[in-house]
């Protein structure tokens, strides 16, 4: 199948760190991807890691990726109330032609509370 | 441009009318994907286009659902005879080459009545 899974709902205290669970299905995605998507905006590409990499750091976030269990993970370190948002896990998949398809995961709600 | 952008924001049409989005994409992006944000749905994969061909037509929902594109820069979604059912945010993405990461439009919120 292609269901990409996440959490609804995440709450956390601002200054505290999040992580946003995920797990895909596509054992030959190359690539995997973090978008957060704030209230009436379209899809912001937050980072991505490349599927031969187990770890990515990008200044408060961090990328986990254990393919063996298909699970990704992102990690926002030092959270604010900026970073209240929907993250959008997505796998990338071959299409004809050579295009790529992105299946993305119902969403994860982060909600920082101060 | 600096981004992806779409026309219109927002888009209420009565049942059984046609309409046309448009996305316009990051200049030079050779890429160009259609996505439709719906409660319930989440986002779903509608139709890509390289330069303009759009060699996966497998995601349009059905036959009232057509896109082209254009000097392989902007293209069109056209739902004919909407349904409620088609009410949904629809999502423009382009992307440098095939394979590439892809950026997003901030969508047309459509709105059949």
């Known amino acids: 199948g292609e269901d990409v899974e996440q959490s609804l709902f995440l709450s956390v205290r601002e200054g505290d760190s999040s992580v946003i669970n995920c797990t895909y299905t596509d054992s030959s995605s190359t690539y995997l991807y973090w978008y957060k998507q704030e209230p009436g905006a379209g899809l912001q590409l937050l980072t991505y890691?490349?599927?031969?990499?187990d770890m990515k750091q990008d200044q408060r976030l961090t990328v986990l990726l254990n393919k063996k269990d298909k699970h990704l993970s992102l990690r926002i370190a030092d959270t604010q109330t900026g970073d209240s948002a929907i993250y959008f896990c997505a796998e990338s998949m071959s299409l004809t032609g050579g295009g790529n398809k992105l299946t993305f995961g119902t969403g994860t709600q982060l909600k920082v509370e101060l | 441009g600096a981004g992806v952008s779409q026309s219109p924001s927002n888009k209420v049409t009565e049942k059984g009318k046609d309409v046309e989005l448009r996305c316009d994409p990051i200049?030079?992006?050779?890429?160009l994907y259609w996505y439709r944000q719906s409660l319930g749905q989440g986002l779903e994969f509608l139709i890509y286009?390289?330069?303009?061909?759009?060699?996966?037509k497998s995601g349009l929902p059905s036959d009232r659902f057509s896109a082209e594109r254009t000097g392989g820069s902007v293209s069109t979604l056209t739902i004919q005879r909407t349904q409620q059912e088609d009410s949904a945010v629809y999502l423009c993405a382009s992307s440098l080459a095939l394979g590439e990461k892809l950026f997003f439009g901030s969508g047309t919120q459509l709105s059949v009545l």
């Open positions: 286009f390289q330069g303009n061909s759009a060699p996966d």
């Open positions: 200049s030079g992006h050779t890429a």
């Open positions: 890691i490349f599927s031969n990499m």
